[in-house]
């Protein structure tokens, strides 16, 4: 992993850039039904999509080390856990950015999206000058919430986004959560999220 350039490390992982390299692991990712369940209906993805995508990833690493998708590795084994995501929705919103993550579902349940997402949104704060940190969900989607709630995001509204698919609990809608930088302020004073 030496040659990959590494942008933060937690206590259990570490997020570097994404290479070429990488592309099995995503396309494995992706691949998995239980994972795309709240993406695509757990649909395969074909590798032509997925290499795609992992060529949109990589442009991020030109515009700075603000925003991107990082690969996100267990420090323990150096096993895949899945990425992370810290980027503005739409090119106007670089002091709002959006975050991320889809994991590998054998990495569910040790509480790695919550260290992953809290680790960006302090860099974020710490480091770059943004106002808020957004994340959206579908409103079925638990677990996701969870984590949202855990780095000390806040419900701001229910929504119905248009999906291209038909996905299990869309027709309750979605969530945005969010986090402004006085909240997260008064959170780190506190020693809460």
Same mark, same amino acid.
């Given at each position: 992993?030496s040659?990959?350039r590494?942008?933060?490390?937690?206590?259990?992982?570490?997020?570097r850039?994404?290479?070429? !390299?990488?592309? *099995?692991?995503? @396309?494995?990712?992706?691949n998995?039904?239980?994972?795309? %369940?709240?993406?695509n209906?757990g +649909? &395969?993805v074909?590798?032509?999509?997925?290499?795609?995508?992992l060529?949109?990833?990589?442009?991020?690493?030109?515009?700075?080390?603000?925003?991107?998708?990082?690969?996100?590795? !267990?420090?323990a *084994?150096?096993a @895949?856990?899945?990425?992370?995501?810290?980027?503005?929705? %739409?090119?106007?919103?670089?002091? +709002? &950015?959006?975050?991320?993550?889809?994991?590998?579902?054998?990495?569910?349940?040790?509480?790695l999206?919550t260290?992953?997402?809290?680790?960006?949104i302090?860099?974020g704060f710490?480091?770059?000058d943004?106002?808020?940190?957004?994340?959206?969900?579908?409103?079925?989607?638990?677990?996701?919430?969870?984590?949202? +709630?855990?780095?000390?995001m806040?419900?701001?509204?229910?929504?119905?986004?248009?999906w291209?698919?038909?996905?299990?609990?869309?027709?309750?809608?979605?969530?945005?959560?969010?986090?402004?930088r006085?909240?997260?302020?008064?959170?780190?004073?506190?020693g809460?999220?």
């Amino acid at each position: 992993m030496s040659s990959m350039r590494v942008i933060l490390e937690t206590d259990r992982m570490v997020l570097r850039q994404f290479t070429w !390299d990488d592309l *099995d692991l995503v @396309f494995e990712l992706d691949n998995d039904p239980e994972v795309m %369940r709240y993406i695509n209906g757990g +649909e &395969p993805v074909e590798r032509s999509e997925v290499a795609e995508v992992l060529a949109w990833w990589l442009g991020y690493y030109e515009r700075g080390d603000a925003f991107g998708f990082w690969a996100a590795f !267990d420090k323990a *084994d150096d096993a @895949f856990v899945g990425w992370f995501h810290f980027r503005p929705r %739409r090119e106007d919103q670089q002091r +709002e &950015p959006e975050l991320g993550y889809r994991l590998r579902s054998a990495q569910w349940g040790r509480g790695l999206a919550t260290e992953g997402s809290q680790a960006l949104i302090d860099r974020g704060f710490e480091h770059f000058d943004i106002d808020r940190v957004v994340a959206e969900t579908l409103v079925v989607h638990i677990a996701s919430r969870r984590v949202m +709630e855990k780095v000390g995001m806040h419900l701001v509204r229910t929504f119905h986004a248009e999906w291209p698919v038909r996905l299990p609990g869309d027709e309750l809608g979605d969530v945005e959560y969010a986090i402004d930088r006085d909240r997260w302020t008064s959170g780190r004073a506190s020693g809460s999220p």
